[in-house]
């Protein structure tokens, strides 16, 4: 992504060894499309599927993702 002008890459000021990542003007013109594709999968994953469902589905990934973050927290913090 990098190669392709998408990305930029810049060292994490407070932590030498970090690096953050910066969307660039090309890649944020691409965002809206990528959105309507994103929108366009979602619908046909989670065609006849019942709203509730849906509903719960994303609930429950909202938290794995939660925990995810959390644990990698615990990991960079016993790292130091």
Request: aromatic share 4%; charged share 45%; glycine share 2%.
């Amino acid at each position: 992504m990098e190669k392709k002008g998408l990305i930029i890459r810049k060292t994490d000021s407070a932590d030498k060894r970090a690096k953050k990542l910066f969307l660039t003007d090309k890649a944020k013109s691409l965002e809206m499309e990528l959105r309507e594709i994103q929108t366009k999968w979602v619908c046909a994953m989670t065609k006849g599927m019942e709203q509730d469902t849906i509903d719960s589905f994303s609930k429950q990934i909202d938290i794995m993702v939660e925990r995810a973050k959390e644990l990698n927290q615990k990991e960079r913090e016993e790292q130091e």
